[in-house]
T-cell receptor, first 115, second 114 residues
Framework: NAGVMQNPRHLVRRRGQEARLRCSPV?????VYWYRQLPEEGLKFMVY????????ESGMPKERFSAEFPKEGPSILRIQQVVRGDSAAYFC?????????????FGPGTRLLVL | AQSVAQPEDQVNVAEGNPLTVKCTYS??????LFWYVQYPNRGLQFLLK??????LVKGSYGFEAEFNKSQTSFHLKKPSALVSDSALYFC????????????FGTGTRLKVLA
């Protein structure tokens, strides 16, 4: 009974490189959320996706960040030309439905360090 | 706009004593409220949630939370704290505007002292 899986768990990039973060939701879950956590802060919503659709990307920076959740395979959060300020923990969560009472289940996160 | 406040950055409590971690919220419409716990370098683990019904909600690891509509609060409680409860606790409210994303509080660090 696998939960949400994220890889890599740790990612080191130099400024200007690309970072690709992967998230495999709980089996049977079709709703994926991405959150970012800066040190000693709460989680901030970035994007909400269903299979092949971006539903809400109001929390995503307008440039350099993109997300997808293809019909097959994991959800991908992509950060192009990373800068030091992108260093954070990125968490993925999934749920079977998108209703108010649905619990979101979180992965272990990917900790991105930009040198 | 929906919001959540956790007024205490840190709470210290002696092992065996009751603990309370505070959370207040602001929502339009019916609130959906959640508590999560985060251990170092780990993801968030679900503790409990309030959707409707009884104001006292029981969750994992002996935790419970009391929903108080008049005070717009959803404080997390446990009758007897354990050292292993030491962690970062987050309160969250569900955005009822359609996408149901979580809006998190800033977190409260709980330290249970032996």
């Amino acid at each position: 009974n696998a939960g949400v899986m994220q890889n890599p768990r740790h990612l080191v990039r130099r400024r200007g490189q690309e970072a690709r973060l992967r998230c495999s939701p709980v089996k049977g879950h079709s709703h994926v959320y991405w959150y970012r956590q800066l040190p000693e802060e709460g989680l901030k919503f970035m994007v909400y996706l269903q299979k092949e659709n971006i539903i809400d990307e109001s929390g995503m920076p307008k440039e350099r960040f993109s997300a997808e959740f293809p019909k097959e395979g994991p959800s991908i959060l992509r950060i192009q030309q990373v800068v030091r300020g992108d260093s954070a923990a990125y968490f993925c969560a999934s749920s079977p439905e998108a209703q108010g009472g649905e619990t979101q289940y979180f992965g272990p996160g990917t900790r991105l360090l930009v040198l | 706009a929906q919001s959540v406040a956790q007024p205490e950055d840190q709470v210290n409590v002696a092992e065996g004593n009751p603990l309370t971690v505070k959370c207040t919220y602001s929502v339009s419409g019916n609130p959906y409220l959640f508590w999560y716990v985060q251990y170092p370098n780990r993801g968030l683990q679900f503790l409990l949630k309030y959707i409707t019904g009884d104001n006292l909600v029981k969750g994992s690891y002996g935790f419970e939370a009391e929903f108080n509509k008049s005070q717009t609060s959803f404080h997390l409680k446990k009758p007897s704290a354990l050292v292993s409860d030491s962690a970062l606790y987050f309160c969250a409210v569900r955005d009822g505007t359609g996408t149901y994303k979580y809006i998190f509080g800033t977190g409260t660090r709980l330290k249970v002292l032996a």
